[in-house]
Each structure stands twice: as C-alpha cells, then as structure tokens.
C-alpha cells in the first residue's frame, strides 16, 4: 500500500509553531518611564539577576537595549560595592546578615536609653596617685573612665564616646559626657581621688 501524501499547509508560520508565547516582550523599564537605571535601586536589580546571581538576557527580561546596557553596568558596580553578591549562595546569606544588621541597630537603639539611664546614676571613683597640692602624678584619661563605668555598670564603650576636652591632671568631682547611641548621652558623675 502506498502512503499519501501528506498537503502542506497553507496556516503561517506562527500558527505552525504553536502559541508558545515567543511574542517580544515589552520592556518594563519603558513602559514605567524610567530613564536611567540607578545601581542603589537593588530591589529592582534584582528582578534582573538569577537566582545564581546571573544576568539575565534581554529575551527573559523584556528590556529594551538601552536599558539592558544600563542594567548591566548597574549590577556590576552593585555588585563592586556589595550591594548586590556575586555568588548564588552568597544571596540568602547576604539578605540574612543585612536583617540581623537591621535588627541589631533596633535592639541596640532601644537598649540606649536603658544604658543611658543607668550612667546618669553613676557615680565613678578612680583613684590615682597625686602630690600634696591635689595635682595628679599622670592624668585620667577617656581609656580609664571606660576601664572604671566597665568595671562598675558593665558597659563597654568606645574611648572615643567619652568627651573631655583635656585629661584630667587634678583631683576633683567632674561630670563627664558619654554617647551611648547616636544621639542619646549621658552624664557621668566621676570623683578623681588620691590614691593613698
């Protein structure tokens, strides 16, 4: 038996490759009216890179070439300065070390005023060896008032926190300034006594 010939069909082109949705993409970019793309925008980026951290091609995006180009130089200075990661695994990670940042500023915010309260009770004694006339043999310095409110309340603090104009060279009462947060000081009562 003979086989028939199959007809060629008279249906175009599209029609023979079926609906696969091969239909050119609109750029979003375009259609948003954003002119450049600006590499601080990661969130954005971020619709244009892979999961594994890849580019993605203009056929999966939709952008146009000029935003392609522009999205392209954005991702890699974002990554140059680590606001995007190079690495696939290295995503999850950065996004959970930027959250833990975030949440550790708001502890630490909120902690401040506890802190703060607590020094403006605070009354440090630091006792140094001094002449008969009260002058001190050597001077108290912001490194020894962070070394006595640590040994006293339990707080660290920085040596640059600590506000004096000069070291103190005198026996005396001071009131000491301390940042404890951005924005948030306290006063520190400090008695500077003869070491005997």
């Given at each position: 038996?003979?086989?028939?010939?199959?007809?060629?069909?008279?249906?175009?082109?599209?029609?023979?490759?079926?609906?696969?949705?091969?239909?050119?993409?609109?750029?979003?970019?375009?259609?948003?009216?954003?002119?450049?793309?600006d590499?601080?925008?990661?969130?954005?980026?971020?619709?244009?890179?892979?999961?594994?951290g890849?580019?993605?091609?203009?056929?999966?995006?939709?952008?146009?070439?000029?935003?392609?180009?522009?999205?392209?130089?954005?991702?890699?200075?974002?990554?140059?300065?680590?606001?995007?990661?190079?690495?696939?695994?290295?995503?999850?990670?950065?996004?959970?070390?930027m959250?833990?940042?975030?949440?550790?500023?708001?502890?630490?915010?909120?902690?401040?005023?506890?802190?703060?309260?607590?020094?403006?009770?605070?009354?440090?004694?630091?006792?140094?060896?001094?002449?008969?006339?009260?002058?001190?043999?050597?001077?108290?310095?912001?490194?020894?008032?962070?070394?006595?409110?640590?040994?006293?309340?339990?707080?660290?603090?920085?040596?640059?926190?600590?506000?004096?104009?000069?070291?103190?060279?005198?026996?005396?009462?001071?009131?000491?300034?301390?940042?404890?947060?951005?924005?948030v000081?306290?006063?520190?009562?400090?008695?500077?006594?003869?070491?005997?």
């Amino acid at each position: 038996m003979a086989k028939a010939k199959r007809q060629p069909s008279t249906s175009s082109k599209r029609d023979r490759r079926g609906d696969r949705g091969n239909r050119r993409k609109s750029c979003s970019l375009c259609q948003n009216k954003i002119d450049s793309v600006d590499y601080k925008d990661v969130e954005t980026l971020r619709r244009f890179v892979s999961e594994r951290g890849k580019l993605r091609g203009r056929r999966v995006t939709g952008a146009c070439r000029r935003h392609n180009t522009q999205i392209s130089r954005a991702v890699k200075r974002a990554r140059e300065i680590a606001l995007l990661p190079y690495v696939a695994e290295r995503y999850e990670q950065a996004r959970r070390l930027m959250e833990e940042a975030e949440q550790a500023a708001i502890e630490r915010a909120e902690k401040a005023g506890d802190i703060a309260a607590l020094l403006n009770k605070t009354v440090l004694t630091i006792s140094e060896p001094a002449g008969p006339e009260g002058q001190l043999f050597g001077s108290v310095t912001p490194k020894e008032i962070v070394a006595a409110i640590k040994d006293a309340r339990g707080v660290r603090l920085d040596r640059k926190d600590v506000h004096i104009e000069e070291p103190i060279r005198r026996v005396g009462t001071y009131s000491i300034t301390v940042d404890v947060h951005d924005g948030v000081t306290a006063e520190v009562k400090t008695i500077i006594v003869a070491a005997e």
